[in-house]
């Protein structure tokens, strides 16, 4: 799609990766719908737009309902036009050892991080196919790729959103749209305060786990604030949206880019010694 063409709508648009990609993308002429849970939310972004004169509209979504949901798309039709890429950037973390992740915290993630994801391609896809094209792009994670120490959670939910894009991009490449999945390792965005921690962390600590969850958070959470500009995710999405053949996969940052190379050619005993590591220090 060539810069300026188009509408593009961005979940989890109210901070890191979903704003910097909204601005980068409206920069572009692109018309960009970029979504939140909640309106209150959005007004940082639509103060950022308005001051630099770019074409976003902030708009409330709420991606886990079924109803509101196309409620919502159906009135962005009908004042934007149709949706000829989709950025699935909203979700959240929920960190903790396996061993004390309840299923009602398990259920909400996925309701969250996939099933949403799945609700949002639906809504799109119609239109995108009667267009005759379109882009969707998933944001999932290096943990999309690599189980990390007490992110059991989040990456079996970003492993799962990996073989849902996967599965679908061969399903709908012939029909003109093209399905990709973004793999931002760390970045500096507030996903470290949004993360949840599982319910048996907050009451015990996590015993017997304890120590090794506190190294690794304090670790965790200096490398997020050394990580690197959301806008290098932005101009990732930015040129998918723009190729004609994207690729499948896109890790962006040299830790997901690093981690990917070294899940593959390193013996797995060096790969897990080396994740394991960052549990004992």
Do not use: C
Not at 12 to 25: E, F, R, V
């Amino acid at each position: 799609m060539r810069d300026g063409r188009g509408v593009v709508l961005i979940t989890g648009a109210s901070s890191g990766i979903g704003m910097a990609t909204a601005l980068y993308m409206a920069e572009r002429g692109y018309r960009v719908i970029g979504t939140s849970r909640a309106k209150g939310r959005l007004a940082e972004l639509e103060t950022e737009a308005a001051g630099r004169g770019l074409p976003i509209a902030g708009v409330e979504l709420d991606i886990n309902s079924e109803a509101g949901l196309t409620e919502t798309l159906t009135a962005i039709v009908e004042e934007h036009g149709p949706v000829s890429a989709l950025v699935n950037n909203a979700g959240y973390g929920l960190f903790g050892p396996v061993q004390t992740l309840a299923t009602d915290e398990l259920r909400s993630l996925f309701e969250t991080n996939v099933f949403a994801v799945a609700r949002l391609i639906r809504a799109v896809l119609p239109g995108m196919i009667e267009q005759g094209g379109g882009t969707i792009v998933n944001v999932s994670s290096i943990l999309g790729r690599i189980g990390a120490p007490f992110h059991g959670a989040y990456a079996s939910s970003k492993f799962a959103l990996e073989g849902l894009t996967e599965s679908l991009r061969t399903e709908v490449w012939p029909l003109g749209v093209r399905v990709v999945l973004v793999e931002p390792g760390l970045f500096r965005t507030a996903f470290p305060e949004n993360q949840l921690m599982t319910a048996d962390i907050e009451s015990n600590d996590g015993a017997p786990y304890d120590r090794y969850v506190r190294a690794y958070r304090s670790r965790v959470r200096g490398a997020f604030d050394r990580g690197g500009d959301p806008v290098l995710v932005a101009k990732a999405i930015h040129g998918i949206v723009r190729s004609r053949r994207p690729r499948l996969r896109y890790p962006v940052g040299m830790d997901s880019r690093f981690g990917s190379l070294a899940a593959r050619v390193l013996p797995e005993g060096v790969f897990l010694s080396l994740l394991g590591r960052a549990t004992r220090r």
